[in-house]
């Protein structure tokens, strides 16, 4: 079982894509990369392939 709230999901997803995602787990949402990364400790980064992580963000995370 994945803890609630541990998924980072970064950038965004389609419509159906998200409807799955939210039946499954509960995501973090940090749709806007150049806002400030939501407060909370992260176990993995929910991303889809054409959005570039940035390595700032890397860095922040635990």
Known sequence: M???????????????????????????????LNSSI???SYESILIRSNTQLPVELLEKLP
């Open 2 to 32: 994945i803890p609630v709230n541990s998924v980072l999901q970064v950038g965004q997803f389609p419509e159906v894509m998200q409807a799955v995602i939210d039946q499954r787990i509960t995501p973090v949402r940090y749709p806007d």
């Open 38 to 40: 939501p407060p909370g």
